[in-house]
């Protein structure tokens, strides 16, 4: 009994290590693209707060197609990686498209490159995230390793892209997009050569081996709780893409000039995902202590301090100090998801789910707010327009902590069988 425990363990653990590097070379153009795309649209595309909100809203819009297909597709396709290669080869593709197509779209008309990078950037992110996400969820379940210590590697991509970005922006703009082509390349290589899953134990991941219909993708729609976490994903995690959407620009507004405001902010989210790095591994301890639903929770407090915080920051210190805190909000929100669905919904539905109530339903919102919060941003200025987003998002969280219902936690695996929490 205890050789035949051991031996796959051993198994698993050799399968683990490529998916922090799947998660780094996705996560490394995820921050470039999201970190820098607004200072480049502004100083290179130049576009003002209103034009770039349109940008970001055609993205949200567009994703709002793709994202619903995309999670019933992957629930089809359980392990194979069709669409996962359709992503990472689009995302190669990056660097020639801004660096020869953008501008001249944005010669001809705004509205025309707006729809066009929307319907380009949010097929490889908006849309795409959710496939990649619960591709290594699946992953974890079948290998037995924990999410989180694979989501460990996006961390480290976010604090590497963040600060060799914020060095290639200085050097020369569009050298931040052809770094994201050149981790599209080595993903793609990933992808064909590296990922292995066990098997002989996929049904740990939903084995579909039963085609699913649209008879069991409708019976989602029926239950309270999906529409309980939607809503908070649309009031939490939505406000969180908008209010980061254009901080850089907020962020240099305490400087004398735009290279060293630059500089700073590539400096300050770097040691910000590297505190994220940090605490993602302990934190599938963590919320496998607290429970997944508690950990939502505690993720929408935190949101809703550092947004209004920000609002009624007296210094560049204390703004500093509170983009600190995203270090401990992202991994209590990721690791927290994943085990919530896993926990709260059907296993073989996981996908869909994913994709409709933490994605779908969050674009919605950041569709809705982000050329909203652009033309506040112009209008009343930063500060009043992050008391209202903090506003939200309490108000929010309060609801969720009232109607989200309490996960499974064996199948959330958050505990064992004979309710042991798992290391």
């Avoid at 653990?13 to 480049?40: D, E, N, R």
């Avoid at 052809?178 to 050569?193: D, K, P, Q, R, V």
């Avoid at 081996?209 to 009031?235: A, E, P, R």
Wanted: with cysteine.
């Amino acid at each position: 009994m205890q050789n035949s425990e051991s031996a796959p363990q051993k198994k698993q653990s050799k399968h683990f290590w490529v998916f922090p590097f799947t998660h780094f070379t996705y996560f490394f153009m995820w921050q470039i693209i999201f970190g820098y795309l607004t200072l480049w649209m502004e100083q290179v595309g130049h576009l003002n707060g209103a034009e770039a909100g349109i940008v970001f809203s055609a993205m949200s819009g567009l994703s709002l197609l793709f994202q619903p297909a995309f999670g019933v597709w992957s629930d089809r396709l359980l392990f194979k990686k069709n669409l996962l290669f359709m992503i990472s080869i689009a995302a190669m593709l990056i660097g020639p498209y801004f660096q020869w197509v953008f501008l001249p779209l944005m010669h001809i008309n705004s509205l025309l490159v707006a729809l066009v990078t929307g319907v380009f950037l949010c097929f490889i992110f908006n849309g795409g995230v959710s496939v990649i996400e619960q591709y290594v969820q699946r992953a974890s379940l079948a290998n037995g390793f924990e999410y989180g210590h694979s989501r460990m590697g996006g961390s480290l991509a976010g604090m590497t892209a963040s600060f060799l970005g914020g060095q290639l922006f200085i050097w020369q703009p569009n050298a931040i997009f052809w770094a994201c082509s050149i981790s599209a390349t080595i993903l793609t290589g990933l992808l064909m050569f590296s990922d292995k899953i066990d098997m002989d134990n996929a049904a740990a991941a939903g084995d579909t081996s039963t085609k699913l219909d649209m008879k069991q993708i409708g019976k989602i729609f029926k239950i309270k709780n999906f529409w309980y976490l939607s809503i908070f994903y649309i009031g939490a995690s939505a406000i969180y893409d908008v209010f980061d959407q254009q901080f850089i620009i907020f962020f240099k507004s305490f400087f004398e000039n735009a290279a060293q405001g630059t500089q700073a902010y590539s400096y300050m989210t770097t040691a910000q995902i590297g505190l994220e790095f940090l605490l993602m591994f302990p934190m599938p301890w963590i919320i496998n202590k607290i429970g997944s639903r508690n950990g939502l929770i505690i993720y929408g407090c935190i949101l809703a301090i550092r947004i209004i915080g920000s609002a009624l920051s007296p210094s560049l210190i204390w703004v500093v100090f509170l983009r600190l805190l995203a270090g401990f909000e992202m991994p209590l929100v990721l690791v927290s998801i994943m085990k919530y669905i896993a926990g709260a919904f059907d296993i073989r539905v996981y996908a869909t789910v994913y994709a409709l109530a933490s994605n779908f339903a969050k674009q919605i919102s950041v569709f809705v707010f982000s050329a909203l919060a652009g033309n506040m941003y112009d209008s009343i200025g930063f500060h009043h327009t992050y008391l209202i987003l903090g506003a939200i998002v309490a108000v929010v969280t309060v609801f969720a902590a009232f109607t989200l219902k309490k996960e499974d936690p064996v199948q959330a695996g958050e505990v064992d069988q004979e309710g042991n929490t798992k290391a």
